[in-house]
């Protein structure tokens, strides 16, 4: 069956720190996403991916790149980590039609010390 | 600014006992408002899309409406593997060709037997 895997599911990491999030899809989609979750904002955009090739930034861009080279990957990395990024992050992904329903991986739970 | 606003935070109902969610939503130009359910530790999971005023979705004991300004998740005789955060989203219809949602705080809804 087709799914979305994210690793690793749990990150202990520290101040400064160069980290990456892993993200898999096996949909084949051409959309993919990366939302952060914390208490009282609900989940936040933080880059997204129409393609390969393609990246965009969302509403809370700062301090996060990623790059896409294939189909399947989106690795979201944060350049300098602060502890301002600990959170639980979502990705996700969706047919190129809009209007299409998104699909999230399992999360990433990160703690910046 | 697209806005989407749920209510209540939280609710508590006891099995059987329905009730109904609200999700308001400030878009300019609505593409499609989205349902999905989240248990604790682990991704949103897709429910519903709705694409238009008056247009009504059913699962199981779940159903939901959608108007010019809100959503509604009605909940008929609910038992407690119902319970979950609920979480609304919208997508625009008119951007830069964004596909990205945005989501509401959701409403924690426990069911007790």
């Known amino acids: 069956d087709a799914e979305i895997t994210q690793s690793p599911r749990h990150k202990i990491t520290e101040t400064g720190r160069q980290v990456t999030l892993a993200c898999h ?10 939302y952060r979750q914390d208490l009282g904002h609900g989940l936040r955009l933080i880059h997204y991916s129409y393609g390969v090739h393609d990246t965009n930034k969302g509403e809370v861009s700062d301090g996060y790149s990623v790059s896409r080279s294939n189909t399947e ?31 999230f991986g399992p999360g990433t739970r990160l703690t910046v010390t | 600014e697209d806005q989407v606003t749920q209510s209540p935070e939280a609710l508590r109902l006891q099995e059987g006992e329905s009730s109904s969610l609200n999700c308001s939503y400030t878009v300019s130009g609505l593409r499609g408002l989205f349902w999905y359910r989240q248990d604790p530790g682990k991704g949103p999971e897709f429910l519903f899309t709705l694409y238009s005023a008056g247009e009504e979705k059913e699962k199981e004991r779940l159903k939901a409406t959608l108007t010019k300004k809100e959503s509604f ?32 705080s959701g409403t924690r809804l426990q069911v007790q037997p």
């Not at chain 1, 979201?76 to 992904?93: D, G, K, N, R």
């Not at chain 2, 593997?81 to 008119?94: F, G, M, N």
């Open chain 1, 25 to 34: 899809q096996t949909w084949n989609h051409n959309n993919m996403f990366w």
């Open chain 1, 73 to 103: 990957d989106l690795p979201l990395t944060l350049e300098s980590a602060a502890s301002s990024q600990t959170s639980v992050y979502f990705c996700a992904s969706s047919e190129s039609d809009r209007g299409s329903e998104q699909y």
């Open chain 2, 73 to 104: 998740l009605h909940i008929t005789a609910p038992k407690p593997e119902d319970s979950a955060t609920y979480l609304c989203a919208v997508q625009k219809a008119r951007d830069t060709g964004r596909r990205a949602l945005t989501f509401g």
